[in-house]
């Protein structure tokens, strides 16, 4: 079991940048494999970035590869989706999650465990 909160979504402008961020916890977390999903009005889920339990590997969605990067710490519990160079085409609800298996995928079945998201909306 684990339980995921993502916080640092807000209102900016087409260039500016963010910091999101998702704190874990539960038994089992230093094993997982972490993603952050997005989902705008409308439209189906997408995948936005992953990271292996180890952190040695990461993956990202071809629309946010060079703008964004996903990091973990450990140490802290969290982890992180830097964004920057943000475009209105990426606002949407953005969903940290969790996959148990521990060496990420952008198959969103895969996840076991969801946060409630954060609204993230990036205004022209």
């Known amino acids: 079991q684990v339980q995921l909160v993502e916080s640092g979504g807000g209102l900016v402008q087409a260039g500016d940048s963010l910091r999101l961020s998702c704190a874990a916890s539960?038994?089992?977390?230093?094993?997982?494999?972490m993603g952050w999903f997005r989902q705008a009005p409308g439209k189906e889920r997408e995948f936005v970035a992953a990271?292996?339990?180890?952190?040695?590997?990461?993956y990202y969605g071809d629309s946010v590869k060079d703008r964004f990067t996903i990091s973990k710490d450990n140490a802290k519990t969290l982890v992180y989706l830097q964004m920057n160079s943000l475009k209105p085409e990426d606002t949407a609800v953005y969903y940290c999650?969790?996959?148990?298996?521990?060496?990420?995928?952008?198959?969103?079945?895969?996840?076991?465990?969801w946060g409630q998201g954060t609204q993230v909306t990036v205004s022209s």
């Open positions: 990271i292996s339990w180890s952190g040695d590997s990461t």
């Open positions: 999650a969790a996959d148990r298996r521990g060496w990420g995928t952008s198959a969103g079945d895969e996840y076991e465990y």
């Open positions: 539960g038994r089992t977390f230093m094993r997982y494999a």
